[in-house]
Structure formats: C-alpha cells, structure tokens
C-alpha cells in the first residue's frame, strides 16, 4: 500500500496513478477494484502536472457522468483536502473546485494556486461532442463497456483533441468486455507506447465480507469470469442464450392454474410481426407462459390481450424506443408506448428512459436461466411458446453480434425487456435510466 494525501492506494492503483511516462495507459479490473476512484485521483494528478492546460474524462452515457463519475470525484477532492467554497479556499490556501453540470456539456473547474485547470466530461458513447477544445490529457471510465464500433470512434476523437500540454497522456479504465477495443489495443495490438496494468476485486482490502460470493448468484458463469475474476472472455460465440437448457428451464406451470396471478407481458415492436411473451412469478422466480406473435399493429396487440386476459392485473414491459416509433406507420396515431399506457394505464408500462445494452439485457437472462452457482431461477412452458422457446435454442452471432435474420431476435428481444427491468445486476444499473 502506498499512500497520497491521506489516500491509500492499492499497489496497481499506484502505478496507474504514478506512471506519467506510459502515453496510452490502461487499467483493467473487476467489479469493485476502485477503477473509477483512481481515475478520479488521477485527473486530479494529471490537471496538477498540466496547469493552464485542460483535461477530459468520459462515462460512456451521460446518465453514468451524473450518477457515477460527478459523485466519486467530489468525494475524492472532498479527501484530498479540496473546498467548493473559493473565499474559505483563498482564505486557507487551499485548492479549490467547481462543478459546472449540464445536459451534455459538464465540466469540473479545478483552481490550483499556480493556476486553473477544466476537466470537460464528456459521454463516449455520443464521441462526436467531443470536439471544439484542445486538452493535454484524457481519461475515459469504463470505456470498453461502450457498444459496437463506439469505444474506436471515440478513441480517435479524444486522441485528436490530446495537441499541448506538459505531460500529455490517455488512459482508460474498464471491466474486461470479451476480445473487444480493450484487447486489440493493449493486448493484440500492444506497444512501448501503450501499457495495461491488471487490478482485481481480491486486491481491494475495503470490499465488503462475502461481496464476491452474493456476485456469484447474479452473474453466469461466463460473466463470473469476466466481472470478478477479470479474464478476456468471448461473449460473442456459440448461443447467444448460452446458459438455457429446455430440460432444465422448462415450466409446468399455466395461466389456468393462476387464475389471480398478475401477469407480465413483454412486446417487441414490429410491423405486422408483435412478439410479445406472457409471463408469471411465482415466489420470486418468473415462468413463461404464454406467447402472442403476428399483430399487425400495437392496436391490434392489445385487443388481443383484452381479449385473452379478461379482468387480469397486466403490466407491460417494452423497447424504450416504442416512445417514438409507430409500429402501423400511421403518422396520426399515438406511439406504441402512448396505446399501451391509454390502455392499461402510465403505471403499469415499465421501461428503461434510455435502452439498456443489449449485451446487458442478454446477460440478464443468461444469468437467470442459470448462474454461476448453477442455480436456474427462470422458466419456460415450451408447450405453451413454442417460437420463443425456438429462438432462444436457435439464436446465434454472426460477425459477434446477436444473428437478426429470419426474425430470430424479436421473442428473446420481448423477453429480455421483461427480465432486465426487474433483474438486471446492480453494476448495469447505473448505465441506464428507469422510468417508473
């Protein structure tokens, strides 16, 4: 352990933070290694070395730049001694900050007695606001959890934008996402200029007693792997839906045998192709029951639900993105959504304010149909849905992402929508934002 103004620091941590010579730096760990608080620690370092000259750190949304990234580096400044206050600082001599938050143009003001530095927060997963300033530094916080070709597009970006400064350097913090960005660049790629340094959950002396065991029972085993044991492990072979087993997951139960029970319905938009599942929970663990597939339209869908469920507790869950589209290419109706919620009512259609990943909702269902504990906490009548039972055996990747032809994607799309909202682990929570 090393300490830096009362901070203690974990040993790969300090060499993160104290390697000024590395111009592409990375450092890649589990869950709950202190990434994004040595990142924090780091900007400050590297905002001391580069006075008069700006930085730059990037979530890759902004939800995570509100929720995570602005929290962690008030406490971090907060331990270092920093005050918000700039009359108590000039009083005192210390250093002082200001956070200036905004929708998509926040921005941390650090005022040093030598000078002022402007940390730009930027979102990485929108790279093209990442433009119009010039910086001697970057850090970008869970970088490689950024989907498709993103984590590229923006690297180049902030790499354009890195042009003066006294110690010019770019670093990166991340969870191990498959052989993506991360691995091509520090690993296959590697170079003098570029170094990644390992950091893992059992290095951190902090963490609470059984965190790692209570992780077993919300990841799979691949994730288990990945997440806490901090290993390049590929996501994108075999079946999407891995971890299902129609011997395993299958379900007996029936709507007839819940007469009371609530019931979940999940959509999939599409036109003239709704896939929608229906789905139970019984002690906490959902059973699938049921499957509607070939509504023409939303408003077709739901007179279908009306008629099949008469005087049932429904809620719906869906694509965020049916808050915008039609799926009947009327340009006089109301969204998807809007039928839903003048149908069953605002509180009862659940969905994320922005999409989760889709490598977060499929983990989401791998890790109830099993996880790494071998435990199988969802269930399918497979008599009852067929088609979805089908496409969930069936699905593959083609060119590593999720295959869509034959539409193949829509009834594990409804299903993921379903089990993400109310199961997906804690970590994706802070990636997205949830309208209640």
């Known amino acids: 352990m090393s ?6 620091l974990m040993q790969p941590q300090a060499e993160f933070l104290f390697d000024k010579e590395t111009k592409f730096l990375g450092l890649m760990g589990s869950y709950r290694s202190g990434k994004t608080w040595v990142a924090c620690i780091k900007a400050v370092y590297l905002a001391s070395l580069n006075i008069g000259y700006n930085g730059l750190m990037t979530e890759p949304t902004g939800s995570m730049i509100a929720g995570v990234l602005l929290p962690t580096m008030e406490e971090v400044l907060g331990t270092l001694g920093w005050t918000d206050v700039a009359q108590d600082a000039k009083q005192t001599g210390k250093c002082w900050y200001d956070i200036r938050a905004g929708a998509a143009n926040s921005r941390v003001d650090l005022h040093f007695p030598e000078g002022d530095v402007k940390i730009m927060l930027r979102s990485s997963e929108n790279w093209n606001r990442i433009r119009g300033f010039s910086i001697a530094w970057f850090i970008a916080d869970e970088f490689d959890t950024s989907r498709g070709d993103n984590c590229k597009e923006a690297w180049q970006k902030m790499c354009s934008r890195l042009t ?15 052989f993506q960005w991360a691995y091509k660049f520090f690993v296959e790629n590697k170079g003098p200029d570029r170094r990644m340094i390992d950091i893992y959950v059992d290095d951190n002396p902090f963490i609470d007693d059984g965190y790692v065991e209570m992780m077993r029972a919300q990841l799979t085993a691949k994730q288990f792997e990945a997440y806490i044991g901090n290993q390049f492990i590929n996501f994108a072979e075999g079946n999407v839906y891995y971890a299902f087993e129609r011997n395993k997951n299958r379900s007996l139960e029936t709507l007839e045998k819940h007469p009371l029970a609530p019931l979940n319905i999940s959509i999939d938009f599409n036109v003239a192709k709704m896939a929608t599942v229906v789905g139970i929970i019984i002690g906490q663990i959902p059973h699938i029951v049921d499957e509607i597939y070939g509504c023409q339209n939303t408003e077709a869908l739901i007179k279908e639900i009306i008629r099949r469920y008469p005087r049932r507790n429904i809620t719906c869950f869906c694509d965020a993105s049916g808050n915008t589209q039609r799926s009947d290419y009327t340009l006089m109706s109301k969204t998807d959504i809007g039928q839903l919620k003048a149908a069953f009512g605002d509180q009862n259609v659940k969905h994320y304010k922005g999409n989760i990943p889709i490598a977060d909702r499929i983990g989401a269902v791998n890790q109830k149909f099993e996880n790494s504990l071998q435990q199988r906490t969802l269930f399918i009548n497979d008599v009852k849905c067929p088609r979805l039972t089908a496409c969930i055996e069936q699905q593959g990747f083609v060119d590593g992402k999720p295959d869509k032809s034959g539409d193949i994607d829509h009834f594990p799309d409804a299903l993921g929508y379903f089990i993400s909202y109310i199961w997906a682990p804690q970590q994706h929570r802070a990636k997205i934002q949830v309208l209640q």
Do not use: F, L
């Open 3 to 8: 300490a830096v103004a009362n901070i203690e």
């Open 164 to 178: 003066s400064g006294n110690y010019m350097q770019g670093c990166v913090t991340s969870t191990k996402e498959g």
